[in-house]
């Protein structure tokens, strides 16, 4: 089972959704983060002028990954995890990680009719590109 996860509620919502799965099906997830220099946090040993190595960007945004879901993580002690910082786009990022996947989890921000047209979006191209089965799931909206 592989899941992306950016940091962001609907994320959550999907890794919660990855978690229950995997947790009923006995089957490992593996967490995926896609990120750019642009988008990635500073490294440990980060200081001005001095030029970080891209396996230390790469080591930075999986620490920040494995922060950002240790609650639910350890929600499901019973479930496998492994962590993916991959540089690239959140769309190619997911569909190369989950190529040999039993599914992909992706999260959808609902933005509404008009937003959810355009091309570009990551769960809109991973619906249409994955070769595995894709979930998209959708945030309850609050009452």
Request: hydrophobic letters at 45%; a neutral charge; glycine letters at 8%.
């Amino acid at each position: 089972m592989v899941v992306g996860h950016d940091g962001s509620a609907f994320a959550d919502h999907a890794l919660g959704t990855a978690f229950g799965l995997a947790e009923q099906l006995h089957a490992p997830v593996v967490i995926v983060r896609a990120w750019s220099i642009d988008t990635a946090p500073r490294p440990a040993n980060w200081e001005f002028g001095f030029v970080s190595s891209f396996d230390e960007y790469s080591e930075a945004v999986r620490v920040a990954l494995i922060e950002d879901t240790a609650a639910m993580v350890h929600a499901f002690p019973h479930v496998s995890v492994d962590y993916r910082a991959v540089h690239a786009g959140p769309a190619r990022s997911l569909i190369e990680v989950s190529r040999d996947a039993r599914m992909l989890v992706v999260g959808s921000r609902g933005r509404g009719n008009l937003a959810g047209l355009l091309l570009g979006s990551v769960s809109d191209q991973c619906t249409r590109l994955s070769v595995c089965p894709v979930l998209v799931t959708r945030k309850p909206a609050k009452r």
